[in-house]
């Protein structure tokens, strides 16, 4: 707090000196040796609260990837206009940095399009991408690259992929891109214009494909939602690794990836606690492969959280590590705050208690983002 005091005034007499704004920027730059990520992987389990992971802990012999997070924070999770959020509106909070309505996708409470970290980082020459084991359209996904009054819009999200240049994107939903759309326009050879190859979980698995002669990668794992971890799905661990090896392939640019373990959420609104502790289960695995690939390179923030917590999940009296008794306050989402995990350059940002947009910024000044917005500001 003094520090800031002490800022604010030299600025104060700085402005009152007519001093040029070029030293002022040069004040404001307060770390100026701090180290930014080169990368960035924001790990989203949708519903997933603290319950739901010491579910997971406690049915995984007590040990989750979680556990080597060496930074933890809490977030609040409420949206503009609701108390309890929907994932469209908190999703919306940590990739544009706005509150907004619930079901609102990547536009502020005036439905105003915001742009998005993903979209930044792409301007901005960044290799990007998504993975999520929902449909990619689904709501958290989609705040990150599209702009839409409602959640429920799945072909104009669909669409919107068109208008960013994205690298990877592997998820559900093959529906909303190929001619199955109602208008019957697939988007398929738009997409292979924008130099994408396509393929899908019906056609190949994804560790078939020769990545290295990729150049943009659309993989579609199911023609609508993917099913869940308990009944066959296993390609989130796997998906995740490859997608932050393909966007890791210049070892120059920089990417940003966002991975969503989308069905810890539908585990919830189902009351089901079996099919949540198997999708953290899956999420964590995720979050090994990742923090792997993050202790090798060394230059990459991995950060952990989630939009929301689903069911007001808690366990109950009678549980045994091998045997937990889950109990739900309703079958929607709750307001509490949910924990945020982080690990490697700017993982300090992330401690404390703060709001969901909070994320956004903390991930613009890791990356070195806010620095630009300084620099800018120097020629006014």
């Known amino acids: 707090m003094q520090k800031r005091i002490a800022v604010l005034g030299l600025l104060v007499g700085l402005f009152a000196c007519g001093t040029p704004n070029q030293q002022i920027v040069s004040n404001l730059q307060v770390e100026p040796n701090r180290v930014l990520a080169k990368n960035i992987i924001l790990m989203i389990g949708d519903g997933m609260g603290l319950g739901q992971i010491t579910a997971g802990m406690y049915a995984n012999g007590n040990r989750l990837n979680l556990e080597q997070f060496p930074v933890v924070g809490l977030q609040k999770t409420y949206s503009y206009d609701n108390l309890i959020t929907d994932s469209a509106a908190s999703a919306t909070a940590m990739a544009c940095g706005v509150k907004t309505y619930n079901a609102a996708i990547g536009v502020n409470k005036d439905t105003i399009p915001v742009q998005s970290i993903l979209e930044e980082a792409a301007l901005k020459g960044l290799k990007t991408g998504l993975v999520a084991t929902s449909t990619i359209v689904h709501a958290t996904p989609a705040a990150f690259i599209s702009h839409q009054p409602m959640r429920s819009m799945y072909e104009y999200i669909a669409d919107d992929f068109l208008k960013t240049d994205i690298d990877l994107l592997i998820g559900g939903g093959y529906k909303y891109f190929n001619e199955q759309r109602k208008n019957e326009q697939s988007l398929l050879p738009k997409l292979e214009k924008k130099g994408f190859t396509i393929s899908s ?23 609508d939602s993917p099913i869940p971890e308990a009944t066959g799905r296993d390609y989130l661990p796997k ?17 940003f990836l966002m991975i969503e373990g989308s069905q810890i959420d539908w585990g919830g609104h189902a009351n089901d606690t079996k099919y949540i502790i198997s999708e953290v289960k899956d999420f964590d695995k ?40 889950g109990a739900f306050t309703n079958s929607y989402h709750t307001g509490t705050m949910v924990p945020v995990f982080a690990y490697g350059p700017g993982s300090e940002l992330f401690s404390g208690i703060y709001e969901n947009t909070a994320i956004y910024h903390k991930m613009r000044k890791a990356l070195g983002f806010d620095r630009v917005v300084e620099e800018a500001g120097s020629n006014n």
């Open 286 to 325: 995720a979050i090994g492969k990742i923090l792997a690939f993050a202790k090798k390179d060394k230059e990459t923030l991995v950060i952990v959280t989630a939009d929301h917590e689903t069911g007001g999940f808690a366990i109950n009296p009678k549980s045994s590590m091998d045997s937990i008794r």
């Open 201 to 223: 979980m019906a056609k190949e698995e994804l560790g078939d494909i020769r990545l290295s002669t990729v150049a943009k990668l659309a993989y579609f794992t199911a023609n």
């Open 239 to 255: 998906a995740s690794i490859i997608a932050a090896n393909f966007l890791n392939r210049s070892k120059k640019q920089g990417f």
